[in-house]
């Protein structure tokens, strides 16, 4: 069954880059679906950040299209996130996610990371 | 950016009555719409997309309906294990948007 699954540093500081990578099984990255990434502050509502067409183009959330690079390495079957600059404000649970290619909502999820900024 | 809104935040509704949630949209997306129930310390879970279709493995008792700017997501008998947050999304326009949410509570 397809499985996605976060990884990367819990506890980030002010100022420096989160980076994330989501490891997908049971489908190929190669494949043509999207690859999304959603975060949600703690007790707060989902927030789309951004998603990389199977193309390779991305789409960004504009708030955060500044600060955010979404790559993939289809070798390796994952894709990653990097938010910049990052401040207390992106404290937050950051899921990857499957996104059906030309109607891009998302059917599979990880099961989240929590990524706290703090010094 | 379309804006989607989820009255009310919360609705309190007993085991075994009908459940209709409510999301509106800024602008019309369509049929390009998506629901998801989030359960405590667990990831979002689609349950509908196109604004009607249950994803794989959903209960007939989830249904889907609207299309434009009004969308409703309707729960025929609530089971204890469906009181969550539900939230909708609209795929139409890029940036992508979700709406609040609306909490399910037991009353």
């Known amino acids: 069954q397809v499985q996605l699954q976060e990884s990367g540093p819990g506890l980030v500081k002010p100022s420096e880059t989160l980076s994330l990578t989501c490891a997908v099984s049971?489908?190929?990255?190669?494949?043509?679906?999207?690859r999304g990434w959603i975060r949600q502050p703690p007790g707060k509502g989902l927030e789309w950040i951004g998603t990389m067409f199977h193309t390779g183009t991305t789409s960004y959330s504009p708030s955060l299209k500044s600060r955010v690079t979404i790559s993939v390495d289809t070798s390796k079957n994952q894709f990653s996130l990097k938010l910049s600059s990052v401040t207390a404000a992106d404290t937050a649970v950051y899921y990857c996610?499957?996104?059906?290619?030309?109607?891009?909502?998302?059917?599979?999820w990880g099961q989240g990371i929590l990524v706290t900024v703090s010094s | 950016e379309i804006v989607m809104t989820q009255p009310p935040a919360t609705l309190s509704v007993s085991p075994g009555e009908r459940a209709t949630l409510s999301c509106r949209a800024s602008q019309s997306v369509s049929s390009n719409l998506a629901w998801f129930q989030q359960k405590p310390g667990q990831a979002p879970r689609l349950l509908i997309y196109?604004?009607?279709t249950r994803a794989t493995g959903i209960p007939a008792r989830f249904s889907g309906g609207g299309s434009g700017t009004e969308f409703t997501l309707t729960i025929s008998s609530l089971q204890s294990e469906d009181f969550a947050v539900y939230y909708c999304q609209q795929y139409n326009n890029w940036p992508l948007t979700f709406g609040g949410g609306t909490k399910v509570e037991i009353k």
């Open positions: 049971a489908y190929s990255l190669s494949s043509v679906y999207y």
């Open positions: 196109g604004a009607s």
């Open positions: 996610a499957r996104q059906v290619a030309g109607s891009p909502y998302f059917d599979y």
